[in-house]
T-cell receptor, first 113, second 114 residues
Framework: EPEVTQTPSHQVTQMGQEVILRCVPI?????FYWYRQILGQKVEFLVSFYNNEISEKSEIFDDQFSVERPDGSNFTLKIRSTKLEDSAMYFCASSRDIAYEQYFGPGTRLTVT | AQTVTQSQPEMSVQEAETVTLSCTYD???????LFWYKQPPSRQMILVIRQEAYKQQNATENRFSVNFQKAAKSFSLKISDSQLGDTAMYFC???????????FGKGTRLSVIA
């Protein structure tokens, strides 16, 4: 069964450094999302992406964040200058169509020290 | 704004018994979708069940079923014949129609006891 994959599973970085989180959505899916979950809290929406552009973004998704689909398979989330409060689990999700459910990847645990 | 409320932070159930997790939501839309996701200790988000708001029939998936009360904006999850592998955080989520993001509740931590 096709699934969303994410790399790396765990990333440790120093405050102020740039990180890129990678996702490979399910191949025939067209809608892509990033969510994050700070430890012990609920899952929060960051950004949605369709047709090579951002569809919607939350207030969390400020100028430090960017997303890109550099080729036909990868979907990346970049944090330009990480802060301690960026430490969280980051989930990528994809959906075949807006009427269908979103399938989540296993997540990348980002630790900022 | 869309909100999802899960009022039970933690619950426990004996193996083979039935448990119901509560969820209420609020939306101004008429067309929307509701979901339950399971998050085991591995922290992966796994879709358990979904319900379209326009469907009156409650969704079922094997041992998992929902009680969808549209007027009350309630969407509870019933797990029958609970198994040790059901131990996880359970998140209720909603999404309006269109290309819209999921809005999650705070989750209910379910422990299945042998």
């Amino acid at each position: 069964e096709p699934e969303v994959t994410q790399t790396p599973s765990h990333q440790v970085t120093q405050m102020g450094q740039e990180v890129i989180l990678r996702c490979v959505p399910i191949s025939n899916h067209l809608y892509f999302y990033w969510y994050r979950q700070i430890l012990g809290q609920k899952v929060e929406f960051l950004v949605s992406f369709y047709n090579n552009e951002i569809s919607e973004k939350s207030e969390i998704f400020d100028d430090q964040f960017s997303v890109e689909r550099p080729d036909g398979s990868n979907f990346t989330l970049k944090i330009r200058s990480t802060k301690l409060e960026d430490s969280a689990m980051y989930f990528c999700a994809s959906s075949r169509d807006i009427a269908y459910e979103q399938y989540f990847g296993p997540g990348t645990r980002l630790t900022v020290t | 704004a869309q909100t999802v409320t899960q009022s039970q932070p933690e619950m426990s159930v004996q193996e083979a018994e039935t448990v119901t997790l509560s969820c209420t939501y609020d939306t101004s839309e008429n067309n929307y979708y509701l979901f339950w996701y399971k998050q085991p200790p591995s922290r992966q988000m796994i879709l358990v069940i979904r319900q379209e708001a326009y469907k009156q029939q409650n969704a079922t998936e094997n041992r998992f079923s929902v009680n969808f009360q549209k007027a009350a904006k309630s969407f509870s999850l019933k797990i029958s014949d609970s198994q040790l592998g059901d131990t996880a955080m359970y998140f209720c989520a909603s999404r309006n129609s269109g290309n819209t993001p999921l809005v999650f509740g705070k989750g209910t931590r379910l422990s299945v006891i042998a």
